[in-house]
């Protein structure tokens, strides 16, 4: 099976510019093509994977990616998909968000294979060195307003408004492709399908400034934009957006993101972002179908992408974490995975060594009164690190800390609060 009749099969292609052309063009050579990620903060976030992962694919197929990261057109903000300007940030901003968007996507891809390396451009390196009259002569003059506004990412604008700035972008990301197509022989732009107007903008440039009687082979090719059955937006939680900064979003918390996937998404999900063959796929499908309380896909994929952005040592963190919580073995944990497992949960600094139980439950708010904590504790519904205590007159000391730092205290059935000691 070919790398195109692969993405078909997941559902990876939403549009191609000359399809027969670009499937002869990726059999017969070895190409280098490449995706555009503007630095919009210091991380990426899941939304951002799947171009990652798309490049990825065409690097074992044997092709030669070439992630860009846009230092210039990222000062500048893409209108695609927008309803309102971005807002600008200062150069040295962006610059640092640069830097860092690029050390995340060099741990998904492989910038070391000698024949099939990534590689790493920066926009910004021929932008500053380009004119305004230079834009304008040698970029400008190829387009005419007219195909400019017919553009869906301009058009969906005129409405509300645009700003010339951001519609120049198209001019901009033309030119990306334009000069990665000259000095890297890059033949192929990927993209969400909301960036098949500033793609096909970049074919229409190589077009008009090859030499003429010169044949270029240039193409697009374009995937599906991520949507959840429930109509929610993808990648985000009640805490925000997932983050692949293991500091912003740990460990544990991205693999409890893929592990509650709907089961109307997972086998999408699985397709999309895992590597697993189709066949092994098509088994995760029967379980769903006929086993779908299991969660047997779900666990499969939150492996897999936790594996593929982190690593297999914090995949098996974040696996001990979710079996500790979910059995109730809290004692098993450490302060690290204390801190991961409980990062989003109402937390209380105790600055006694020691405190009774019932004023500890009232000043952690776990408890609304004296008289509702005592009723709590005759009833069952307190536990600490995981045990239940029905003593009146406990007191919580150094002997309830977990790792020397925390004590876990659960009201009910899911409800936990951390205790951070002094």
């Known amino acids: 099976m070919n790398i195109i009749d692969d993405l078909k099969a997941r559902g990876l292609v939403n549009q191609i510019t000359n399809e027969e052309g670009l499937e002869n063009h990726l059999v017969e050579n070895k190409v280098s093509l490449y995706c555009g990620f503007d630095p919009t903060g210091d991380s990426l976030h899941i939304g951002h994977l799947l171009p990652i992962i798309m490049l990825k694919r065409f690097q074992e197929a044997g092709h030669r990616p070439i992630a860009l990261v846009g230092g210039g057109t990222g000062m500048i903000g893409d209108p695609s998909g927008r309803n309102e300007e971005r807002q600008l940030n200062e150069a040295s901003v962006v610059e640092h968000y640069s830097e860092s968007i690029k050390k995340q996507i060099s741990k998904l891809i492989d910038f070391n294979d000698q024949e099939k390396g990534a590689i790493a451009v920066n926009n910004l390196d021929w932008l500053k060195e380009m004119s305004v009259i230079e834009l304008l002569r040698d970029v400008g003059k190829h387009f005419s307003v007219n195909y400019m506004l017919a553009k869906d990412s301009v058009e969906s604008r005129i409405e509300h408004g645009i700003s010339f700035t951001e519609f120049s972008y198209m001019l901009l990301q033309s030119l990306d492709f334009q000069r990665l197509n000259q000095n890297e022989n890059c033949t192929l732009q990927i993209g969400g399908s909301d960036q098949w107007g500033n793609i096909t903008a970049g074919l229409e440039l190589i077009r008009r400034t090859s030499e003429e009687g010169e044949e270029t082979k240039a193409f697009g090719l374009t995937f599906p934009l991520i949507t959840k059955s429930d109509g929610s937006k993808f990648g985000k939680t009640a805490g925000g957006a997932v983050w692949l900064d293991p500091e912003k979003t740990t460990p544990y918390e991205f693999y409890q993101f893929w592990l509650n996937v709907d089961d109307r998404d997972v086998i999408k999900f699985i397709k999309y972002f895992t590597f697993l063959s189709l066949d092994e796929i098509n088994d995760l499908e029967k379980e769903v179908e006929e086993r779908p309380e299991q969660r047997v896909a779900q666990r499969r994929l939150a492996e897999e992408m936790t594996k593929l952005v982190h690593d297999e040592q914090a995949l098996e963190q974040a696996i001990k974490i979710s079996n500790a919580l979910f059995k109730g073995e809290i004692k098993e944990l450490d302060k690290n995975e204390i801190e991961a497992g409980f990062k989003d949960v109402p ?21 609304s009164s004296k008289r509702q904590a005592r009723e709590d504790i005759k009833n069952g519904a307190i536990y600490i690190n995981g045990d239940r205590q029905q003593e009146m007159q406990y007191v919580v000391d150094e002997s309830d800390k977990i790792d020397g730092a925390f004590t876990v205290i659960r009201r009910g059935k899911k409800k936990y609060f951390l205790i951070r000691h002094q």
């Open 347 to 367: 937390s209380f600094v105790m600055e006694d060594k020691e405190k009774g139980l019932i004023d500890l439950l009232v000043e952690a708010k776990i408890s």
